[in-house]
């Protein structure tokens, strides 16, 4: 997986990743110690959960941080342009050009998830296109195997549902 997103641009993402378990080990640890005089011990994997200023903790010395700033910007060149750091020369107030960079750093980072989401999906999942043969013989094939009444022609019924004359 790392050499698929090196080979991506997206190195940064296995270092976030790794940054963020070594925060759920450190909580993971920490729980283990108070589970006997406590009684819980999970650790959440979610990161809203977790304090803004404990997260900043645990990335704030790390290189993650640089390394998505500077995608971040990269990709602000690539769609605006040389210029895509000053507002006039962009023709925008100073809202806009903030505004117009909040949403290419919005899209860039669902477009980096979708990606690597999808990438980890098929590697668990290689043939996951291809339909089993288990789906068509499943609990909800039976619905298939209904008759169709109202689609045969010698049914008395119409689409309507009343008689047909004849």
């Known amino acids: 997986m790392?050499?698929?997103?090196?080979?991506?641009?997206?190195?940064?993402?296995?270092?976030?990743?790794d940054v963020f378990c070594a925060?759920?080990?450190?909580?993971?640890?920490?729980?283990?110690?108070?589970?006997?005089?406590?009684?819980?011990?999970?650790?959440?994997t979610n990161v809203a959960d977790y304090a803004k200023k404990d997260l900043q903790a645990?990335?704030?010395?790390?290189?993650?941080?640089?390394?998505?700033?500077?995608?971040?910007?990269?990709?602000?060149?690539?769609?605006?342009?040389?210029?895509?750091?000053?507002h006039e020369k962009m023709g925008m107030?100073?809202?806009?050009?903030?505004?117009?960079?909040?949403?290419?750093?919005?899209?860039?980072?669902?477009?980096?998830?979708?990606?690597?989401?999808r990438s980890l999906h098929d590697a668990v999942?290689?043939?996951a296109s291809e339909t089993p043969a288990t789906i068509s013989s499943g609990p909800f094939s039976r619905r298939q195997k209904l008759p169709r009444f109202s689609r045969e022609r010698n049914s008395p019924l119409s689409h309507s549902g009343r008689r047909t004359p004849g």
Do not use: C
Not at 23 to 44: C, I, N, P, Y
Not at 70 to 84: D, S
């Open 2 to 17: 790392h050499q698929f997103l090196d080979k991506e641009g997206y190195g940064w993402v296995a270092e976030g990743g």
């Open 23 to 44: 925060m759920l080990q450190a909580a993971a640890d920490k729980a283990a110690t108070s589970t006997v005089t406590s009684g819980k011990g999970t650790v959440s």
């Open 58 to 86: 645990a990335f704030a010395n790390e290189s993650v941080t640089t390394s998505l700033l500077l995608e971040l910007i990269a990709n602000r060149k690539t769609v605006l342009g040389a210029h895509h750091a000053d």
């Open 93 to 117: 107030t100073e809202g806009e050009l903030q505004q117009a960079h909040a949403v290419l750093d919005a899209k860039r980072l669902l477009l980096v998830n979708r990606t690597v989401v």
């Open 125 to 127: 999942f290689p043939n």
